[in-house]
């Protein structure tokens, strides 16, 4: 009889085992926020390390948002009330993970952990998060009907002035607070007016969070992780890599610290390790090209000069010394966004090196190069090789 019992257990074992890795899919009953809303902003706060814990929170594989097919559809209707008044949504969370709230609650209990004190939460003390209910210990994101939101103006995407930032835990972000402006509040009263109107409720302690009000699990929690199908994942890192690359290069662009260049490096989990842009105006350095500029940082941050597994997002095909250096760090996956004519047709030309590499670097018009001292630069290099030291 035991010995049945073992043999129906691996004949079980092996058939799980050979089972596809089957691709995240979305419960019955739920979809994809973009997929509903398509001029709908994200900012997923959790799958960051920018929120009041100062890590990616359990459960946010993805930086999406979803919500059940009601609310959904209802905060469709709050986005078309706002789009009339030149704003689009933006979502900082929607449906959350009974683990994720888990996270947080773990992160409470341990009152040493005051990492993010200072963006989060500096007016309350960390030990009655949970009692002033910025923090529930069960949370009504996970039944699916939730959504922590704010709006951008249409044209600049830059978000609408509410008097305090997402996840403020402070009474500053109470409904009805004195401590902002009369323009502020008024902010604060169109988000809540349209998603009134859409039939969602204010939260009196945070006023970006508003639940439907006839949501469809009153009580049912769920734990699904907040994900994507393998495709629609990784081009949610792109998205992001993307976003970020650009909005730097913008930014530095105007500064006049140099080129419409900006770089990201990400890992294999969407982690965006660096962010960097091209600075060589600023820095006198013609090789601070925004993806030498994120390969120097990535090292920096990581403590490695070895990159391998990490993928760099450029926001133009890069320069054949920036291919070298990507080379060299070991990454092996480049995606960029514009091409080499596009920055050819800006005054930008990498051309003439790729022909001076492909002439067999024989054309003494681009660069001389001549033969000097070999016999004692062999010689270091020996002494290299005999003190085995690391090669890379
Ligand atoms: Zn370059």
């Known amino acids: 009889m035991k010995r049945n019992v073992s043999v129906v257990l691996v004949v079980l074992l092996v058939a799980l085992l050979s089972l596809p890795v089957l691709g995240f899919e979305l419960p019955e009953g739920f979809v994809y926020v973009t997929d509903v809303i398509p001029t709908v902003q994200l900012e997923i706060r959790y799958f960051t390390d920018y929120n009041f814990v100062g890590t990616r929170i359990s459960g946010y594989n993805a930086p999406t948002a979803i919500l059940t097919k009601e609310a959904a559809e209802a905060l469709k209707k709050a986005a078309e009330i706002l789009d009339e008044q030149g704003y689009y949504i933006k979502i900082y969370d929607a449906y959350r993970p009974l683990r994720a709230v888990e996270h947080f609650v773990f992160w409470g209990a341990d009152l040493a952990d005051q990492k993010m004190k200072e963006d989060f939460y500096p007016n309350v003390d960390k030990s009655l998060l949970f009692e002033q209910r910025y923090i529930a210990l069960r949370s009504g994101h996970s039944r699916g009907s939730t959504v922590d939101l704010t709006i951008v103006y249409k044209d600049t995407l830059e978000e609408v002035d509410m008097g305090s930032p997402f996840d403020f835990l402070d009474e500053s972000s109470h409904h009805g607070t004195d401590q902002i402006t009369p323009e502020q509040a008024a902010n604060r009263a169109i988000l809540r007016d349209a998603m009134v109107a859409a039939g969602f409720e204010p939260y009196p302690e945070e006023w970006w969070h508003y639940k439907l009000e006839n949501e469809p699990y009153t009580d049912k929690y769920f734990d699904f992780p907040v994900d994507l199908s393998e495709d629609r994942r990784w081009q949610s890192f792109l998205d992001e890599a ?119 670097r024989a054309d003494s018009s681009v660069l001389l190069i001549e033969e000097y001292g070999r016999d004692e630069c062999v010689k270091l290099f020996e002494e290299y090789a005999e003190n085995q030291k690391q090669l890379y």
């Not at 010394?321 to 930008?348: K, Q």
């Open 242 to 360: 993307l976003k970020k690359s650009v909005a730097r290069a913008r930014q530095t662009m105007n500064e006049n610290i140099g080129g419409p260049f900006g770089a990201a490096i990400f890992d294999s989990e969407g982690n965006i390790i660096v962010v960097a842009s091209n600075s060589v105006l600023r820095d006198h350095d013609p090789t601070a090209h925004a993806e030498v500029n994120a390969i120097r940082e990535a090292g920096r941050v990581l403590g490695t000069h070895d990159l391998s597994g990490y993928t760099l997002y450029a926001t133009g095909y890069p320069c054949p010394m920036c291919l070298g250096a990507i080379i060299w760090s070991n990454i092996t996956h480049v995606i960029y966004g514009a091409r080499p004519e596009d920055a050819e047709a800006i005054g930008f030309r990498d051309d003439f090196i790729y022909r001076f590499i492909e002439g067999g």
